[in-house]
């Protein structure tokens, strides 16, 4: 019996579980322009469950249910390379982990101007961090604008 | 792709067998209402000062939104503690140590805000002697409690005390509130800050001397009394040494107007209408929904919200569910390709050529309630701010929003409205809450 997608998916999650322990103790937690195996490890560290997995049209997305009850989904380019990653909940995921090594960038950006507590924008070369919502439904996204694959709207990284 | 499928397949092929199985698979008119707005420079009433940007302690109760008898606390739009507010609304409260009419701090500058849940005072505008007045809550077994608590734009990190806080005439007694920025906490745990954003436990990086949580929910993150979730609560061995922990919900911030004696049912916002670009505005803040006979309900549009506290409004033929009405946005924010966007340091907000008026906008309950055909303004940031620098209030400041998928109607939807906000499960004759009234 052929292996059906979400078979398949669980398959290679499995591998790279094992993989990622096996192999590469010291492997980057960072998801964000890495590649799609740290995937995993998001779920190893976060003690999370996924959800979905999804192939569309240039790029694939997995969707992870945090503790929290927050969704992160993380947007995977044809290279392997995850380009962006969003979440929705009442608290943000881990984002030292999801966003890695800008993280720091991330953090340290300076402020807008005449910011309230409910939008954040931030640019800083080719990462963008946008931020949405209230208390309990906290919405954002991070993506590598250098990363995105062609055809890929960034309207669609939601 | 294909080549990482197969390479993906043979590893599973040889890991599975080793391992588990694996094949299982703008507004419309508003009723009269009270208040001032001004445009001169006097400001309103009798004081606008603030206290000082460094945030030093007040036991004035007259300025920023001064206290009042009663079920009705005085609000104001002004430029904040940080002083460079814009579209931020501030009252007074005063905290007591819990059993006491005596030792008591009133302070200033507490912002308004329909879009949280708790009061949360930064801990440096308390004086030394009020911080040790008031208990840090303790579990069982010795450990006390601290809370992460994050905003869009970042966290604010302290300890939770309890005290009576009076806001007007009402009194709420042992209340948990959140001590921000406490010096006795003063190492924020990794896994707090790894939530992002800027750490806001100054008053400069809050931008007011606290928050007055009146969103339609009774308690701020309810999920936390069952599972310790990181970035949420903490249980703390020492001041210094903290991690996250489920707290019973009785020891969790409440919306502090839920523990008032009577008026504990809601809030009732009243300003005035603000046609154009003002330096303050002041109004009301009213405690309860027909519990008295200023805060009746009339033939208001009665807008049942979702446990996120949003709704739906449908723009330009798109219905956005992640949609929200909150005192404690500063602009409206939404999605609008066609409005072009701001240059420098503002592009986070929309600058048309001319001031826009847009519509209709439309606003669906969870009840299935409507309210039709409102319409809107926008106009250019950077003209209105660079004309009126002094200026705290534009009611048509708006921005983009990077959620696709909501409409945050900001304080300009409250200029010239009386918006009740009811709490989830509270009775009005108007109906049973979460729901938002106007």
């Known amino acids: 019996m052929p292996l059906s997608r979400s078979d398949e998916f669980k398959c290679a999650a499995l591998a790279a579980v094992v993989l990622a322990a096996a192999l590469t103790p010291r492997m980057a937690s960072a998801t964000l322009g890495e590649p799609e195996i740290t995937v995993q490890n998001d779920v190893v560290r976060a003690h999370a469950s996924i959800k979905s997995s999804q192939d569309r049209t240039g790029y694939r997305v997995h969707e992870i249910t945090l503790p929290s009850g927050t969704s992160l989904r993380e947007f995977v380019a044809p290279s392997g390379m995850v380009f962006a990653v969003t979440w929705q909940g009442p608290i943000r995921p881990d984002l030292r982990q999801a966003l890695g090594r800008y993280f720091e960038p991330f953090v340290s950006a300076p402020r807008a101007k005449f910011a309230d507590r409910r939008h954040l924008q931030v640019q800083q070369g080719d990462l963008v961090v946008q931020m949405s919502g209230h208390m309990r439904a906290l919405f954002g996204r991070a993506y590598l604008l250098s990363a995105i694959p062609s055809g890929v709207n960034v309207g669609d990284l939601q | 792709m294909a080549s990482m499928r197969a390479l993906k397949s043979g590893l599973c092929t040889v890991l599975c067998m080793a391992a588990i199985a694996c094949g299982g698979g703008g507004s419309s008119a508003g009723t009269g209402v009270g208040g001032s707005s001004s445009s001169s420079s006097g400001g309103v009433g009798s004081s606008t000062s603030s206290s000082s940007s460094s945030g030093g302690s007040s036991s004035s109760s007259s300025s920023g939104g001064g206290v009042t008898t009663g079920n009705v606390a005085n609000v104001i739009v002004d430029q904040g503690p940080s002083n460079n507010s814009v579209n931020t609304l501030f009252t007074s409260v005063t ?201 009746q309900s009339g033939t208001q549009t009665v807008l049942t919200v979702d446990q996120s506290a949003q709704l739906a409004m449908t723009y330009n033929g798109q219905t956005l569910a992640n949609s929200f009405i909150d005192s404690g946005s500063n602009g409206i924010f939404f999605t609008d390709d066609s409005i072009a966007k701001c240059t420098n340091t503002l592009t986070d907000f929309y600058c048309p050529a001319m001031t826009l008026t847009l519509g209709p906008l439309s606003i669906e309950g969870m009840n299935g309630t409507m309210a039709n055909n409102l319409t809107f303004d926008v106009g250019n940031a950077q003209t209105m701010l660079n004309a009126h620098p002094t200026f705290n209030v534009f009611p048509q400041l708006a921005g983009s929003n990077s959620n696709v998928a909501s409409f945050d109607y900001g304080l300009a939807f409250f200029y010239g409205k009386r918006v009740a906000v009811a709490v989830e499960d509270k009775v009005t004759t108007a109906g049973t809450g979460p729901y938002i009234a106007f």
């Not at chain 2, 200033?108 to 949280?116: A, E, F, L, M, R």
């Not at chain 2, 004086?127 to 007045?133: E, F, K, L, Y």
Request: charged share 10%.
């Open chain 2, 95 to 295: 905290v007591c140590a819990p059993g006491s009419t005596a030792n008591c701090q009133t302070i200033d500058h507490i912002q308004v805000d329909t879009g949280s849940f708790g009061l949360r005072l930064l801990a440096p505008v308390l004086t030394t002697a009020m911080r040790a007045a008031l208990p840090v809550e303790t579990l069982t077994g010795g450990k006390t409690v601290a809370e992460c608590t994050q905003f869009v734009d970042g966290f604010a990190w302290g300890p939770i005390v309890t005290a009576d806080v009076q806001i007007a005439g009402e009194t709420a007694k042992s209340v948990p509130i959140q001590s921000i920025g406490d010096p006795r906490y003063s190492s924020v745990p990794s896994d707090c800050s790894s939530g992002g954003g800027t750490a806001e436990n100054t008053v400069a990086t809050f931008g007011a001397n606290g928050i007055l949580g009146v969103g339609p929910f009774e308690i701020d993150q309810p999920a936390c009394a069952t599972s310790a979730i990181a970035a949420c609560y903490y249980a703390c061995a020492t001041a210094t040494s903290c991690t996250s922990s489920a707290v019973p919900t009785a020891m969790l911030v409440p919306n502090p107007v839920t523990r008032f004696a009577t008026d504990n049912n809601g809030i009732i916002i009243v300003l005035p209408s603000v046609p154009a670009p003002a330096l303050t505005v002041s109004g009301s803040l009213i405690f309860g929904i027909d519990t008295q006979t200023n805060n």
